[in-house]
C-alpha cells in the first residue's frame, strides 16, 4: 500500500506528516519514517510506504509509545518492511486480540506489547533474536507462544503476569542463555515450557 502525504509539519529538523490520520516522523539518517503518537482510534492499517514532494518514503519503525493508551484501537496491520518496534509502542491496547509482526521486523523495544489484556494470539517474526524486558508483560489473555529460531536472550521479565500463559516453545536449546531463560519461566511457574533440542545437550 502507498499513501500520500497531505499534512506535512517541520519541527526545527524534524519533519512531521499526516496522512489518513496517521502520523509520521520522517527520519533521514534511517531513510525512512517512523509512526509516531496521535489520537488514533479503530482498526489500524499501517501502510508499506508514503509518499513526499513525489517521493517514496519506506515506512520502518513504530515510534517509542505511539499507540500507548490509545483505548479505542481493535486492530493494528503491520506491513512488511517494518524493521524496528520501539518501547513501549502499542502498550496498554486494551482491545486488540491478536497481533501478526512482520518477518522485516529485527527489534522490539521493552514493554512494547506490554498490558494488552485481550492479546490472545501473537506471531513473531523469524529473524528476531532478542525478546526484550516485559514484551509480553500483564498480557493476561495470551496463552500459547513459539519463540523464532534466532532467539538467545530472554528476559526473564518477557512473561510476567502472564496469568493465563499455558504454552512456551522455545527454539534449539543448547544456547547457556536460552536454557537459563527457561528455568526462569519454570521457577515462575508462568507456563508449560517446550525446549526444542538434543535432551543431551541441553543438559
Known sequence: ???HAKSITILGNIM???VNGI???LRTE???AYVVANDYKGEITIPAQIIVDGLPIKVIGIARAAFRHCKDVTAISLPEGLTTIETDAFKDLKYITEICIPESVVTIGEEAFSQCENLKKVLLPSKLNHLSAGLFSCCTSLENIIVPQPVKIIDYRCFSYCSNLKNIVLPEGED???VKAA???VKQGLARI????NPEEIA
Open 1 to 3: 500500500m502507498i499513501i
Open 16 to 18: 512531521e506528516i499526516i
Open 23 to 25: 502520523k509520521y516522523e
Open 30 to 32: 534511517e531513510h525512512g
Open 176 to 178: 547457556a542463555r536460552v
Open 183 to 185: 528455568a526462569e519461566v
Open 194 to 197: 517446550t525446549l526444542l533440542g
